[in-house]
């Protein structure tokens, strides 16, 4: 089993930085992709950015070349550092991760979550 942890929500002014950590464990399997999400109220739940085990990176255009996804070396851990925070990135945040297995020929996926982090961007 899988099991994610957010960390590093909060309260942050516009043009502010916050850094979001994503902490997996319960496992020693690889993660083939990890990401975040977000929704804010009253809105679905959107992709902002993922991270394939090799570091092959995708972001939503609304972050590109404000946020930035990484790994750990151990390829447990996914951070989100968010640079120049606006008003529009308020929501809850959500660390993903999926794993995929193939056991004895048979193919497999999981998908997991975290239980979110509040990220409020607010002068």
């Known amino acids: 089993q899988v099991q994610l942890v957010e960390s590093g929500g909060g309260l942050v002014q516009p043009g502010g930085s916050l850094r979001l950590s994503c902490a997996a464990s319960?496992?020693?399997?690889?993660?083939?992709?990890m990401g975040w999400y977000r929704q804010a109220p009253g809105k679905q739940r959107e992709l902002v950015a993922t991270?394939?085990?090799?570091?092959?990176?995708d972001y939503d255009t609304s972050v590109q070349g404000r946020f930035t996804i990484s790994r750990g070396n151990a390829k447990n851990t996914a951070a989100l550092q968010m640079n120049n925070l606006k008003p529009e990135d308020t929501a809850v945040y959500y660390c993903?991760?999926?794993?995929?297995?193939?056991?004895?020929?048979?193919?497999?996926?999981?998908?997991?979550w975290g239980q979110g982090t509040q990220v409020t961007v607010s002068s």
């Open positions: 991270i394939t085990s090799s570091g092959v990176t």
């Open positions: 319960g496992t020693i399997f690889s993660l083939d992709v």
């Open positions: 993903n991760a999926i794993r995929r297995t193939i056991n004895g020929g048979v193919p497999n996926e999981y998908n997991y």
